[in-house]
């Protein structure tokens, strides 16, 4: 007994699939890193807010975008700093407010632990990272009909 298959409709599901879904996937991208960048800020710590401040994106490539802090002293927020002596560039002593008289060299005791703020910020984004994806998702599946 033979069978006989008849497929139809494939010239339409072709040309719905054929759409350029690049500016839907680019929106949703930028919302993405939107959600990073404002989680980073708030976990970044705030003594002065300078470090809060200076976190940015910048786009990179059709759809990729980076996040970044543009204070100098982020690196050593996250990372810590080891203790190290400071000693004076132009003169032949330090002096500032709260020592006694110059001295020669001080100890900078450091920044004792890192402060991973970036990789909480991402964790805390999670959620809402994952809902704007599956949002891009359902607006292809949508437009594709």
């Known amino acids: 007994m033979p069978i006989s298959l008849k497929v139809t409709g494939l010239d339409n599901l072709q040309k719905r699939l054929s759409q350029d879904f690049r500016p839907v996937i ?9 959600v990073i960048r404002l989680a980073a800020i708030a976990e970044a ?4 807010g300078k470090l809060a401040g200076g976190i940015s994106k910048t ?3 059709e ?11 982020g690196l050593w927020v996250r990372e810590g700093t080891i203790g190290h002596s400071i000693y ?7 002096f500032y407010e709260g020592l006694p008289h110059p001295v020669a ?4 005791p450091g920044i004792r632990h890192k402060n991973p703020y970036p ?3 991402v964790a805390k984004s999670e959620g809402e990272v994952e809902t704007t994806l599956e949002g891009i998702g359902a607006e292809i ?3 594709i009909g």
């Open 59 to 61: 786009p990179n490539g």
């Open 105 to 108: 060299w001080v100890a900078h």
């Open 26 to 34: 680019a929106r949703g991208f930028k919302k993405v890193a939107d």
């Open 88 to 94: 004076p560039r132009k003169k032949k002593a330090i």
């Open 45 to 48: 710590p705030k003594k002065t």
């Open 141 to 143: 599946v949508k437009k």
């Open 119 to 121: 990789e909480r910020a």
């Open 63 to 73: 759809f990729g975008w980076n996040i970044y802090e543009s204070h100098k002293k």
